[in-house]
């Protein structure tokens, strides 16, 4: 419960985040000439004084910038209109001075003392980084020679990421084809910024993959074309691709065929994804089963299908890992009776534990009274009736406000070890609420 | 995982926590007009040259590339062309086909050059005044529908639902995007103000989409009816939509709910579960809406024996006073006030916690300032004993200086000594928390700056904590770092930490 309540706030927070980046970028779309704006924008009070002042018409240099930033502090500014206005210092200040600029926000402090512990996606939680946005992308090489030449000491990875986000946007080929002066923690991060810009437009992302096997075929530009693989779209023909890679010998090209003809299973039902899996030889099927699961912002349509056949090929690690983790980011769009149906099949396996809670808590939450029920007619005793009166203890305390219910799921369990649990997750929702007698 | 993995696929999978951040971001970013009033209150200033440009007139310079007044102008600009396009448009008899072929030359363009398109709201509004079921699950085929949801529902549903009511978008409530529809409805509803209306969907929803509807109401109800959602929170038994409302409105909601409990105007048996609720006892903690020993009190009750209720109350009122009034930390960092003028400021408006608590309140803005400038901020606890003055340094040193540059919490080490048992598993344990959170942040120029320090115990601990920190990321670098420490005791610490 508490996990699902987190991973909501994180998208939320990620949401906060897209909000963000989207702005910036539509900002950097719609900016006019700087001068008009600032016509356009001056409020009419200041229309005045500002005719009195012969100097505005020019564009401020880089020492005006310089004056203004160390004006800011005098200022009794809250937090976020200071930001605000040292953000908007910055990004004009980078167009005429980019050293200038990068050297002021970063003798500032790095963290995010507006709202500790938030991260807009690639700022690292510096709140000036934004600002940099535009520079990076409209001048990537020169500013790349910039962040990286050390001047930036043990802060530079922050730039970089940065620069990563910024310039991915609009220019993912430049951002891959830099992968080989990044730093080793960099890499894969900018694999993905890059292959998310091009999501929805298939000529951009097969320019990036090209660019990703122009790498040496190793097990590092394996793992980059994996990743970039989530970003592939659930169209092709599998049968086509399947000959494809069975034809490859070992190496990137061949990953990349096989990642392509699990993205063209996304979509295929049961018998079809069953029907295409005979044909995979036995010898191919670890490989096969990884790349099935490898997470995809496609929802897969047979997930289900996918780890039984995982299972049946024994890969109880990915099972694991990778089962678990797709049923966390695809089940709430699942049909909650087929879920949990299908969960009444699962072996008892510790790699299965987790996957059973979170294909029921649905079904059980949506309906107590039958959830009682279907689990009334489980034989005693049965790993899946003791797991699911785990589960319905949560539901009824955490969903329904109903310890009652609880008690009832609690005092039903066999099992000594998992009551024991059961029950402690009880208190945490006593002390939480303040129901402890 | 990586976390921007982590990131994308949330993206995929809560698209409502999403569609909400982004509508709390805007909301956020409203401009309150005091960036504007401020800055023209400034003094000027120009350089000693005199051919300079007064600082105002580069603060006016910048204004015009504000980001929040151009999202302003490109909402206004949206929301006229959408409106032209409403009155304009031909429905078309296949709006699905319509519609994806205008979204296939939409999406061409890369994130930077991309704008909500008018001509895809229409469609969408008319699709949805149609059939919303059919639309949403439409929106579930692909990346480049789902992006079309995201730039484009919000404002379609609230012209659908003042067109044609709320209940109107109650089709919308199933599959991955029903979080979103059950926002707009909130929302809808929570700007007439009508809880029976409200109330009347129940019955022809399911118990899952009524409480995903019923529980956004503690987001969109205004605060003028909150009578009203109270009156829904007692029918639901609902203790928890209640102080989520509560919690939402902030001060003047903390007071309401704390007056209706003392005065007994509540349902004796909801009133119970309201005042025994933990999330209660938090909200008492934020916001100085209770005396402080009230606060105090409830907080003690709820926590750990050991648990430093005051020193949790002076943290909760000094960052809230400092992010929204003015931040004193930047003004100390750059030297417009002392830590002693910050002190005086920070009590004149927290008064009784300044009278009541004055050893917190100096602790807690020692913590603040330390970040800033270590050695200044030294001066507030000049008075202290020196036992208490090492406890609070050695405390800021663990708690305080994450993520900011790690020279400055060098710095601040230096204030602290380590002649003690408890003083060095101190530094220790504050070296271990700063290079687990460096090492994810700088990646290896953090493994370079630490390899670059002099020789001592600082050296020796940042190499310790820096290669467990490493070893997540960079097994070689952890190698390499292990391998450079010298101090016995941690060498061994570290090869049992291995075994």
Known sequence: MKHRIATHTIAIAAGIALAATLSGKRSAYSAAPAEEETQAGKPASTHESRSRRPSVVRKPRAEDFKQAWDAVASKALPISDRVRLQKNLLEKWAEVHLEGALDAAMAEAWDNDRSPGFEVLGTSGNLYMEAFRKAFADRPLDSWALISSGRYGVGSEILRKQWVTSVSASDGVTVISMLGEMPKGLKEFAVDQAMRSAETNPERQAALLAKLLEYPSDQQTERWLKRASAFLPADGDPVVLREQWSTLPAGSQRTLAMMKWGASLKKADDAALREEWAHVPEAERTAAVDTLLTPTATEPKSLLTIIDLAMEAGEWTTVFQKGQENLRWHSSGMDSVKLATWATTLPERPETVEIFHRSVDRYIREDMPRAREWLEQMEPGDWHRERGLAEYSQQALRRHNDPEASRWALDQIADPALKQQAEGWRRDWERETGKAN | ????????????????????????????????????????????????????????????????????????????????????????????????????????????????????????????????????????????????????????????????????????????????????????????????????????????????????????????????????????????????????????????????????????????????????????????????????????????????????????????????????????????????????????????????????????????????????????????????????????????????????????????????????????????????????????????????????????????MALYSAALAADHWNSEVAAELRAEITDEVLKQKIAASRQ
């Open chain 2, 1 to 460: 995982m990586s976390k921007s993995r982590k990131i994308l696929l949330a993206c995929t999978t809560h698209l409502v926590g999403i569609a909400l951040g982004w509508q709390g971001w805007v909301l956020a970013h409203a401009p309150s007009g005091t960036n504007q009033e401020t800055s023209r209150a400034a003094p000027s200033k120009r350089d000693a040259a005199g051919n300079g440009m007064a600082v105002e007139d580069v603060f006016e310079f910048v204004q015009g590339s504000d980001s929040v007044e151009k999202e302003k102008r490109e909402v206004a600009r949206a929301q006229a062309e959408f409106d032209r396009e409403l009155a304009e448009l031909d429905v078309p008899a296949d709006i699905e086909a319509a519609l994806s072929r205008e979204l296939e030359e939409w999406v061409k363009d890369d994130q930077d050059h991309r704008k909500p398109s008018a001509k895809i709201m229409a469609l969408m509004y008319h699709w949805a005044a149609r059939d919303i079921a059919g639309m949403l699950k439409w929106a579930e085929s692909g990346a480049a529908a789902q992006e079309a949801i995201m730039w484009h529902s919000f404002p379609v549903y609230e012209k659908l639902s003042k067109d044609k009511g709320p209940e109107a978008l109650a089709a919308g409530l199933n599959g991955k995007f029903a979080a979103f529809t059950a926002h707009a409805m909130a929302q809808a509803l929570g700007t007439t103000g009508d809880i029976d209306r409200a109330l009347a969907l129940k019955s022809s929803l399911s118990k899952a989409q009524w409480e995903m509807l019923r529980d956004r109401f503690a987001h969109t109800w205004p605060i003028e009816r909150k009578d009203d959602i109270a009156k829904l929170a007692i029918a639901e038994n609902q203790p928890e939509l209640l102080l989520q409302f509560v919690g939402i409105k902030g001060s003047e909601g903390a007071r309401w709910l704390s007056q209706m409990l003392a005065d007994g105007s509540l349902d004796a048996s909801f009133a119970e579960q309201l005042s025994k609720n933990q999330v209660w006892d938090e909200l008492a903690k934020s916001g100085s809406v209770l005396p402080l020993n009230e606060r105090i009190d409830r907080l003690r009750r709820s926590g750990d024996a050991d648990r430093d209720v005051v020193g949790e109350i002076a943290q909760s009122d000094v960052t809230q006073l400092l992010k929204e009034g003015r931040d004193w930390r930047y003004a100390f960092r750059h030297r417009e006030a002392d830590a002693a003028k910050v002190l005086a400021e920070i009590s004149k408006s927290l008064p009784e916690l300044a009278s009541k608590a004055p050893d917190a309140l100096r602790a807690q803005v020692y913590f603040e300032l330390a970040e800033e400038d270590p050695a200044r901020a030294m001066k507030l606890l000049e008075g202290q004993p020196e036992a208490e003055r090492l406890q609070i340094a050695s405390q800021a040193a663990k708690s305080r200086f994450a993520n900011i540059d790690p020279n400055d919490f060098l710095a601040a080490l230096e204030h602290v000594p380590a002649d003690t048992q408890e003083l060095w598993d101190s530094r220790l344990a504050a070296w271990n928390e700063k290079s687990h959170l460096n090492y994810r942040r700088l990646s290896d120029d953090y493994a370079t700056w630490v390899r670059q320090l002099p020789p001592g115990l600082d050296r020796e």
